[in-house]
C-alpha cells in the first residue's frame, strides 16, 4: 500500500462530510455538484493508494486516479456555468465535456499511438463545446466569443502537443483549463471582491496551475522535489473559498429578509418605514406632497379557505406582480400585513394622489389566473396625503387605514366606480 496519499484522503473524507452536512441544509444544484466534485476528488485519492506490482494494474489505477480528477474538474465547471441550471443540461454538457476529455487520457494511459485517435478526440470535444456555448450564450455574443476562443485554443495547445509526439501533455493542458475555466466562471458568477469568492477563484487558478508547473519542473529541474502536500494546498483553498461564499450569502440572504418579505420580495413593515420617513423628509424640504395608500384584499380569506394557502400564497405573488407593475421606480410598494400593502409615493397634488389611486385599483379589475382557476380579489384602499392629513408617519398610516376601512365598509369593490377613499381628520 502506498500511505503518502492517506493524509490527504483523511482531510477529504472530512472535507465530504462537510459538504454533505450543508447540502442537507442548502438543497441548491451547485452545493449538490460541489457535494459530487469532492467525491469525486475523494475517490481520485483513493485510487492512488494501492501500491501495484505489475504494470497492467498501475495502469488501471493510474486510470481510475485520473478519470476520477477530470470528471470532479467537469463538475465544479458545471457548477458554476448560468445555464446548465436544469438537469438535462447538466448531462448533456457534462457528456460534451467528459467524454472527449476521459477518450483523450484513456489513449494516453494506454499508449495509444495513432495521431488520428487524437485528433478525432479533440475534434469532437471542440465541436460538442463550441456548440453548446452557442445554443446557451448566443445572445451574448462577447461573452459566447470569449468562450469559442478559449475553446479553439485549447484544442489547438493539444494537438500541437500531439503533433510533436507528447500525448501525456494533452491531458495536462485539459486538467488546467478546466480548472483555469471554472475560476473564470465563478469570478462571473459572483462578481464580488469578497473573501470567499477570491479564495475559491485563486485556488482554482492555482489548482489549474499546478498541472503545467508540476510538467516543466519534472522535465527542467528533475532534482527539486515538491512534497505533495504543497501541490494539493489549491484544493484545500478551493473548498474553503467555496464553505466562505454560502456564509456570504447566508448573510446576504438575511440582512436582505431582514428588509424584504420573503414570499412577494417586496419591502416589508422595517424598509417600508424607512422609506416613508425619507419620503416626508424630503417633502418638508421641498414643500411637496406625499401619499400614503394602504390596500387590502377583499375576500381572500375564501380564497385561502376554498384553495387552500399555498394557492393563497400564489394569489399574493400575483397581486403584487400586478400593483408593482402600476408604480413608479421611486415609490414604495410594501407588504405590510398579511394580505395588507401599502404604498409611498410622492405627489404634485390631490387629484394626482386619487388618479394614481385609481390605477392602483385597476390593477385586479381583471381576475387572477392561478393553475387554470380564475379568482376574482377585491380591493379596498385607503388614501392619506402629508401634510394635509398628517405631519408624520403614525398619523399618515392611521388616516389611511380609517380610509381603507372606510372603503371596505361601504361594500366598495374594485373596478365599482373611483371616490377618493381617504379619511380627514
Given at each position: 500500500?502506498?500511505?503518502g496519499p492517506l493524509?490527504?484522503?483523511?482531510?477529504?473524507?472530512?472535507?465530504?462530510?462537510?459538504?454533505w452536512?450543508?447540502?442537507?441544509?442548502?438543497t441548491?444544484?451547485?452545493?449538490q455538484?460541489?457535494?459530487?466534485?469532492?467525491?469525486l476528488v475523494?475517490v481520485?485519492?483513493a485510487?492512488?493508494l494501492?501500491?501495484?506490482?505489475?504494470?497492467t494494474?498501475?495502469?488501471f489505477?493510474t486510470?481510475?486516479a485520473?478519470?476520477s480528477?477530470?470528471l470532479a474538474?467537469?463538475?465544479?465547471?458545471?457548477?458554476?456555468?448560468?445555464?446548465?441550471?436544469s438537469?438535462?443540461?447538466?448531462i448533456?454538457?457534462a457528456?460534451?465535456?467528459?467524454v472527449?476529455?476521459?477518450?483523450?487520457a484513456?489513449?494516453?494511459?494506454?499508449?495509444?499511438?495513432?495521431?488520428?485517435?487524437?485528433y478525432?478526440?479533440?475534434?469532437?470535444g471542440?465541436?460538442a463545446s463550441?456548440f453548446l456555448i452557442?445554443?446557451?450564450?448566443?445572445?451574448?455574443?462577447?461573452y459566447?466569443?470569449?468562450?469559442v476562443?478559449?475553446t479553439l485554443?485549447?484544442?489547438?495547445v493539444?494537438?500541437?502537443?500531439?503533433?510533436s509526439?507528447?500525448p501525456?501533455?494533452?491531458?495536462?493542458s485539459?486538467l488546467a483549463?478546466l480548472?483555469?475555466?471554472t475560476?473564470?466562471?465563478?469570478?462571473?458568477q459572483?462578481r464580488?471582491?469578497?473573501?470567499?469568492v477570491?479564495?475559491?477563484?485563486?485556488?482554482?487558478?492555482?489548482w489549474g496551475?499546478?498541472?503545467?508547473?508540476?510538467?516543466?519542473l519534472?522535465a527542467?529541474a528533475p532534482?527539486?522535489?515538491?512534497?505533495?502536500?504543497?501541490?494539493?494546498?489549491?484544493?484545500y483553498?478551493?473548498?474553503?473559498?467555496?464553505?466562505?461564499?454560502?456564509?456570504?450569502?447566508?448573510?446576504r440572504?438575511?440582512?436582505?429578509?431582514a428588509?424584504h418579505?420573503?414570499l412577494t420580495?417586496?419591502?416589508?413593515?422595517r424598509?417600508l418605514?424607512?422609506?416613508?420617513g425619507q419620503a416626508?423628509a424630503?417633502?418638508?424640504?421641498?414643500?411637496?406632497?406625499?401619499?400614503v395608500?394602504?390596500?387590502d384584499?377583499?375576500?381572500f380569506?375564501?380564497v385561502n379557505?376554498?384553495?387552500?394557502?399555498?394557492?393563497?400564497?400564489?394569489?399574493?405573488?400575483?397581486?403584487?406582480?400586478?400593483l408593482?407593475?402600476?408604480?413608479?421606480?421611486?415609490?414604495?410598494?410594501a407588504r405590510?400585513?398579511?394580505?395588507?400593502?401599502?404604498?409611498?409615493?410622492?405627489?404634485s397634488?390631490?387629484?394626482?394622489?386619487v388618479?394614481?389611486?385609481?390605477g392602483?385599483e385597476?390593477?385586479?379589475?381583471d381576475?387572477?389566473?392561478?393553475?387554470?382557476?380564475?379568482?376574482?380579489?377585491g380591493?379596498s384602499?385607503?388614501?392619506?396625503?402629508?401634510?394635509?392629513?398628517?405631519?408624520d408617519?403614525?398619523?399618515l398610516?392611521?388616516?389611511?387605514?380609517?380610509?381603507?376601512?372606510?372603503s371596505k365598509?361601504?361594500?366598495?369593490?374594485?373596478?365599482?366606480?373611483?371616490?377618493?377613499?381617504?379619511?380627514?381628520?
Open positions: 500500500m502506498n500511505f493524509p490527504n484522503l483523511v482531510a477529504l473524507a472530512v472535507l465530504v462530510a462537510v459538504f452536512a450543508i447540502s442537507r441544509k442548502a441548491s444544484q451547485q452545493v455538484l460541489w457535494l459530487l466534485g469532492w467525491i475523494l481520485h485519492f485510487a492512488t494501492p501500491a501495484p506490482a505489475d504494470g494494474w498501475s495502469r489505477t486510470a481510475a485520473l478519470a480528477l477530470i474538474s467537469v463538475t465544479f465547471l458545471i457548477s458554476v456555468v448560468a445555464a446548465a441550471q438537469r438535462s443540461r447538466q448533456v454538457l457528456i460534451a465535456i467528459s472527449p476529455a476521459l477518450a483523450y484513456a489513449g494516453a494511459i494506454w499508449d495509444v499511438d495513432n495521431a488520428k485517435y487524437y478525432a478526440v479533440i475534434a469532437l471542440a465541436v463550441m452557442w445554443r446557451n450564450h448566443r445572445k451574448d455574443r462577447l459566447a466569443a470569449g468562450l476562443l478559449l485554443s485549447s484544442a489547438v493539444i494537438a500541437r502537443q500531439v503533433a509526439g507528447n501525456d501533455l494533452g491531458v495536462i485539459i483549463v480548472n483555469f475555466a475560476g473564470a466562471l465563478y469570478w462571473r459572483h464580488r471582491s469578497t473573501a470567499g477570491l479564495t475559491a477563484v485563486g485556488g482554482f487558478v492555482l496551475a499546478v498541472f503545467p508547473t508540476s510538467a516543466l519534472q527542467f532534482a527539486v522535489q515538491v512534497d505533495s502536500e504543497v501541490w494539493n494546498i489549491p484544493k483553498l478551493v473548498a474553503v473559498g467555496m464553505i466562505l461564499t454560502l456564509l456570504e450569502d447566508q448573510i440572504k438575511s440582512t436582505y429578509l428588509y418579505d420573503e420580495d417586496l419591502p416589508n413593515r424598509l418605514e424607512d422609506r416613508l416626508l424630503q417633502a418638508k424640504r421641498v414643500g411637496g406632497k406625499v401619499a395608500l394602504i390596500l384584499l377583499d375576500q380569506k375564501e379557505d376554498r384553495f387552500g394557502h399555498r394557492v393563497g400564497d400564489l394569489a399574493l405573488r400575483q397581486v403584487a406582480g400586478r408593482r407593475n402600476r408604480i413608479r421606480a421611486c415609490d414604495t410598494l405590510s400585513g398579511g394580505d395588507e400593502f401599502t404604498v409611498v409615493s410622492q405627489v397634488s390631490e387629484s394626482a394622489a388618479a394614481f389611486l385609481s392602483l385597476s390593477a385586479l379589475f381576475p387572477l389566473v392561478i393553475e387554470g382557476d380564475e379568482i376574482r380579489i380591493l384602499i385607503g388614501l392619506a396625503l402629508y401634510p394635509d392629513h398628517g405631519g408617519a403614525d398619523q398610516c392611521a388616516a389611511a387605514d380609517r380610509g381603507m376601512y372606510t365598509r361601504s361594500g366598495r369593490r374594485c373596478g365599482s366606480g373611483i371616490t377618493a377613499p381617504y379619511a380627514t381628520t
